[in-house]
């Protein structure tokens, strides 16, 4: 499909209007999950909020859907619409720190690279992601969960206030005082209400970030799993990290009879120097694994260590589960065994707790208090491997649904279906959630998302 662009959007326009026929469309259409391939009509590189809110002005008045791109890490893909036009904020990525107050205003189209780059000058970062490619704006829309999460919250716990464009074109400022009902919605409803051009996070002392990362023999899996169990069930909030099946990678600490094969890996953060950290780290380092390392590292190197190249095809889902009895751990680390080798696949045990669990009740985040995450992540390059792929993902998400907390995370799923989405709020807050939808998009122009409909008036 083609749009005509008349000329008053391109000359009135700050930013960059792309369409098919325009050099830079392909790039512009390009997101991190290669399986998303789709074609908008047009593509609009807004570099102020008045570009945004022309864009959705010129799309509403030719009847083109709408979607909106921070990021475009989103394993949906929902970031593009073919044959609409997409709200392209990347070029809003700028990051102002102020180190007095604690805070820092960042850009809607910035990645958690331009926002740690920025806050780390005052040694100073929030809760983020745990790569450096991920979008600001959808980690905290969505909730967000980073490294930092059990020492000081989810991402949306840290939001100050938001600005962003809303369906008529609105420029709308949320708060704790202003439009307190939309604010509440912005910690974790997804990106259903409007544009967010620009957010303000709260900010945490933090430079360095002492890190364990421990390599064992996937047969290893049925003891270590048990013991990280344990060792985080009564980890202070300090200490965070994860288990993962993985493809060992080639580097110094890693054996030579585990590069390029199936390993588990444990990864422990601790928010303290090395020697502190050390003490910390031993219940599972006295495991005796077959390679790994202890190092401090600076928090922003911490965020890169687990980057992905872009260009690889993309499936993922979750479970929550609410418990971790020795039955729920053999099957999670016996689903590894069907993970595609070689490739860039990630099978994923995630703790929650400590700020997380303790964190405002009221957030529509009934996630919070789920103790566990198990998080398969399946990317591949050959198209041919796409049926084994996803089946081994949603292998796992069966698998693990009988011990389900029955609620979920949306950010770490694919496009699943609305009781998927359910899940991710609840009755009560989808009900109070479509209540404020129905004020600020009535007609459901921001429904490239997990979708909220608007309530019946």
Not at 352 to 366: D, K, Q
Request: with cysteine; proline share 7%.
């Amino acid at each position: 499909m083609t749009t005509h662009i008349d000329p008053g959007l391109r000359t009135e326009f700050a930013g960059e209007v792309l369409t098919p026929r325009d050099p830079g469309y392909d790039e512009a259409r390009t997101i991190f999950n290669a399986m998303i391939d789709r074609r908008p009509a047009v593509i609009a590189r807004c570099a102020n909020t008045d570009d945004v809110a022309r864009a959705i002005g010129f799309a509403r008045e030719r009847g083109l859907e709408v979607s909106v791109r921070g990021g475009g890490h989103g394993v949906a893909g929902k970031a593009l619409v073919d044959g609409g036009l997409v709200v392209d904020l990347r070029l809003l990525n700028s990051v102002t720190v102020d180190p007095d107050a604690r805070t820092a205003r960042v850009g809607g189209g910035a990645v958690m690279a331009d926002l740690d780059g920025a806050t780390a000058e005052y040694g100073l970062a929030t809760v983020g992601g745990r790569v450096s490619t991920t979008g600001v704006g959808g980690l905290v829309l969505g909730g967000g969960s980073g490294w930092l999460e059990r020492k000081y919250g989810l991402t949306c716990d840290n939001l100050v206030s938001a600005e962003l464009v809303t369906a008529d074109g609105s420029h709308v400022r949320a708060s704790e005082e202003e439009n307190p009902e939309l604010f509440w919605a912005l910690h974790g409803g997804g990106g259903n209400f409007g544009a967010v051009t620009s957010f303000t996070l709260r900010l945490h002392p933090v430079t360095t970030l002492s890190i364990a990362m421990l390599l064992f023999p996937p047969e290893a899996g049925p003891d270590v799993v048990p013991a990280f169990r344990d060792f985080m069930e009564a980890a202070p909030d300090e200490v965070g990290g994860g288990s993962e099946y993985m493809l060992a990678p080639p580097a110094d600490f890693v054996p030579d009879d585990l590069a390029g094969r199936l390993a588990l890996g444990i990864v422990v953060t601790c928010l303290a120097t090395e020697p502190e950290a050390r003490a910390a780290f031993a219940p599972m380092t006295r495991l005796g694994p077959a390679g790994g390392l202890v190092a401090e590292m600076p928090y922003t190197a911490v965020q890169c260590m687990d980057d992905d190249e872009p260009g690889m095809r993309n499936y993922w889902t979750a479970q929550h589960v609410g418990e971790l009895p020795d039955e729920a751990v053999a099957r999670y680390c016996a689903l590894a065994e069907d993970m595609i080798v070689p490739s860039a696949s990630r099978h994923t045990l995630l703790p929650l707790g400590g700020a997380v669990a303790r964190g405002p009740a009221e957030y529509p985040v009934p996630w919070r208090r789920d103790p566990w995450v198990v998080h398969p992540l399946a990317l591949w390059d050959d198209p041919a491997d796409d049926a084994r792929a996803k089946a081994w993902v949603r292998d796992v998400r069966a698998s693990m649904k009988r011990w389900s907390t029955g609620s979920l995370y949306l950010n770490f799923i694919g496009d699943e279906g609305a009781e998927r989405v359910r899940e991710g709020w609840g009755d009560a807050n989808m009900r109070r959630l479509a209540d404020v939808k129905r004020r600020y998009d009535p007609d459901n122009v921001f429904r490239h998302n997990q979708n909220i409909a608007p309530a019946a008036a």
